[in-house]
């Protein structure tokens, strides 16, 4: 099928023989060509003020002693006109080598210095621990080829699912892209998806193998699959190494000569595209753009296109790596504007300026579909009297990042916190991991869950995020539940257990194709409840790490779903309340309670555990009580004696029973993640259920003056 329909792409011979004789490591940046293009160096007071700390953009000291000393000079902006401009994106699949390329092809062009920090680009801290891109990142290169200067913008994106929103945005500002594969782990289900969102978009496609310096790496192998799959011409496939720089100056060769210049006109009417944004604590909003028409200028009074809103462009620059303000942008430049922008919120992503006298004459851009929240999850602070600074951070952290949905919300068990929206369990890890480290806060996370579309009887239709606001049932016509299209690419051995898993996880098998003679391509339709319960775990353990996922969104189907509450001692536990498929509530609610079980510890008396479904108990673990040995002090063989303290202990018992409460450890309410747990949430401490401390202290009162009165306990 996808032969069929690619049969047209714009994939191009990448590679003739290299024409270019300067050597990997030459710093072609700073050529004497190069140089006169660059003004000035501006004064240190000009010089951009480092970006705020733990913003996407931050900067650490070591970093700006990196970074080139080009950084601290003024580009002339009109020495590249649209014909000299390349603007392009690195996708790939995770791990396949997108930021190291970058880094490499940075100091290709001398924009930071060889052997500094590895992955330049991805700057959260967050995803220098992990290795991961989570941000799309912008950086403009200079670069010359037969004595001619050329104006490279770079995107390096992310390569996980659940960041794609972020790389179709970004490689709106592209023509071309560089499809990066792993020439040892050849094509994944990443790479498929990147492939099409290029595709879909006509951009110029530069297939790319890489880490052909790894002993394991098969390129023919990779080049077969590219065929197969996307009708890619073996002979254009470059093969490089990000990590030994090898045929990297030939591959931007490709870069210039592939990617096509923007098709803008710098005689036309200003128009501008917002693609992203990010917040900055001392100069508010810096807006990503790329000029497609006209020339914007620091000064320039723009209008927004979305929100007929009016700005004066008080910035003008471009990352080089580092903000380095340019006073202009030229048709088909990509950089950014400061406009004075208070929240990110004002910045409508894929909105289009223009100046404020011409906004009749100049039409919107067709900008982007909104961000989706795919999984909830209720965010609490582990410590109640820090719910204000979670809510200062989670402000702080949607400002950058807008795709985190946020609202109030309070549970009995958990006290006073926020349900948030996340594109996927990774984002949902990553933002809970970024409240720990950049603002210092521990949260306890509670099982992810979808959204729900509740129609009800009464004809009203609505969404529900939070299980426990599910309607009762006798008011409920229906409920749809979302259901994406999972993409498999999976060695031909695993591929019975993968069926299986799918079929287990209510898939509905659309595809099964092999993409060589030993991998299959699987695709399913499944319901995203299913996705976001492990089965990311399940499709690694099964296929021994080999297989890969990627899905997108699809329809919303009915479906017949039921809510699962859990009650200790007959109390609802309603942080944990969840919302499951009717076939797969009993399983569920049978894992719930001797989940629980395992986690709660013994009491002096016993806790009945239940997973409750429609009013009716269908699983039930009981905790049994903690026994005292009353008679170890009882020497001798006096039986009544004997028999009296076992009757007071079991009246003590008895009595505690109605009045006693079940600590609750904040581990019961910890979410379990698909994909990786979110270790870092902190499970060491335990947290007492429902009421905090006072109540606790009352309790202990009351079971001290039981005891007392009970005399034995
Ligand atoms: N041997 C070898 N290793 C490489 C090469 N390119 C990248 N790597 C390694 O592969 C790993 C992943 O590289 P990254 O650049 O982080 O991959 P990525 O595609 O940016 O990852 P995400 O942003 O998470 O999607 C790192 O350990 C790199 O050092 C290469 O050409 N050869």
């Known amino acids: 099928m996808a032969k069929r329909i690619l049969t047209t792409a714009r994939v191009f011979s990448a590679l003739e023989p290299a024409r270019i004789s300067t050597a990997f490591g030459n710093k072609l940046g700073s ?45 002339d902006m009109s020495a590249f006109p649209a014909e000299n401009v390349r603007n392009f994106s690195i996708i790939a699949h995770v791990d396949h080598g997108k930021s190291t390329l970058a880094d490499r092809l940075l100091e290709l062009t001398a924009t930071i210095r060889r052997g500094g920090p590895a992955q330049y680009l991805d700057k959260l801290q967050v995803e220098k621990d992990r290795g991961i891109t989570v941000k799309a990142q912008t950086v403009t290169l200079v670069h010359e080829i037969d004595s001619k200067p050329y104006l490279l913008n770079l995107i ?49 496609i530069i297939p790319v193998l890489n880490k052909i310096d790894v002993p394991t790496a098969d390129p023919e192998r990779c080049k077969d699959q590219l065929q197969n799959m996307f009708d890619i011409d073996p002979d254009s496939v470059l093969q490089v190494s990000a990590k030994t720089g090898k045929n990297l100056p030939e591959l931007l060769r490709a870069v210039i000569e592939h990617v096509p210049p923007p098709r803008g006109s710098k005689d036309a009417k200003l128009q501008v595209l917002l693609f992203d944004c990010f917040f900055d604590e001392y100069r508010g909003v810096i807006c990503l753009v790329e000029v497609i028409n006209g020339v914007l200028q620091k000064g320039d009074q723009v209008i927004s296109k979305a929100s007929g809103k009016m700005y004066d462009v008080l910035q003008v620059g471009v990352f080089h790596p ?42 919107a851009l067709p900008g982007f579909r909104p961000a989706k929240s795919m999984v909830y999850a209720g965010l609490y602070p582990l410590d109640a009297s ?76 609505e969404t529900i995020s939070n299980p426990s606001q599910m309607p009762p049932s006798h008011e409920v016509a229906s409920i749809l539940e979302p259901t994406v299209i999972a993409t498999i690419i999976t060695p031909q051995e695993y591929v019975g257990g993968l069926l299986t898993l799918c079929s287990a996880r209510r898939g509905e098998q659309l595809e099964y194709t092999f993409i060589d003679d030993a991998r299959a391509l699987l695709k399913y339709r499944i319901p995203l409840p299913e996705i976001v319960t492990g089965f990311y775990d399940e499709l690694k353990s099964k296929s021994s790490g080999y297989a890969s996922l990627d899905y997108e969104e699809d329809k919303w189907v009915a479906a017949d779903v039921v809510q699962l509450s859990i009650r200790v001692n007959g109390e609802p536990v309603d942080a944990m309340t969840t919302l499951v498929h009717r076939s797969k509530s009993l399983r569920a609610g049978k894992d719930a309670v001797s989940r629980f079980r395992d986690i709660l510890s013994r009491q002096l008396f016993q806790i009945a555990i239940q997973a409750v479904v429609d009013n009716r108990v269908i699983a039930r673990e009981t905790l049994s009580a903690m026994r005292k040995d009353v008679l170890a002090k009882c020497y001798g063989g006096d039986v009544s004696r004997k028999r009296k303290l076992l009757e007071k202990q079991k009246e003590g018992k008895k009595r505690m029973k109605r009045v006693g409460n079940v600590e609750i450890p904040q581990e019961a309410f910890v979410g379990k993640p698909g994909r990786s747990s979110p270790s870092r949430v902190h499970l060491a401490i335990a947290v007492l259920h429902a009421s905090d401390f006072v109540h606790f202290g009352l309790r202990a009162l009351s079971l001290f003056c039981l005891a007392r009165r009970g005399g034995v306990l």
Request: charged share 20%; glycine share 6%; proline share 5%.
């Open 156 to 204: 390096d994106t992310p390569g996980h699912v659940d960041f794609s929103y972020e790389v179709s945005r970004s490689l709106s500002a592209c023509q071309g892209v560089i499809l990066l594969v792993d020439a040892a782990q050849g094509i994944q289900a990443q790479t498929v998806a990147n492939f099409y969102l290029a595709f879909e978009l006509d951009l110029a």
């Open 386 to 461: 820090e719910f204000d600074l979670l809510r200062i951070a989670l402000e702080k952290l949607t400002l950058n990042d807008a795709s985190i949905a946020v609202a109030q919300e309070a549970t009995a068990a958990l006290g006073m916190g926020f349900r948030c929206g996340f594109l996927g369990l990774l984002h949902m890890d990553v933002v809970t991991q970024r409240l720990e480290q950049e603002y210092n806060l521990k949260v306890v996370v509670t099982p992810p869950t979808v959204p729900y579309e509740v129609h009800h009887e009464n004809g009203t239709v």
């Open 322 to 363: 580092e903000p380095v303000p340019t006073g202009s942008l030229h048709t088909g430049q990509v950089g950014y504007i400061i406009t004075g922008m208070k929240t990110t919120r004002e910045a409508r992503i894929g909105d289009t300026f223009c100046r404020t006298r011409e906004e009749k004459e100049v039409e």
């Open 31 to 75: 050529s004497d060509v190069v140089k006169s293009l660059l003004r000035s160096p501006i004064s240190s007071s000009a010089n951009p003020r480092r970006f705020e700390r733990g913003s996407a953009y931050s900067t650490s000291p070591s970093r700006e002693q990196e970074a080139s000393p080009l950084a601290n000079l003024k580009f």
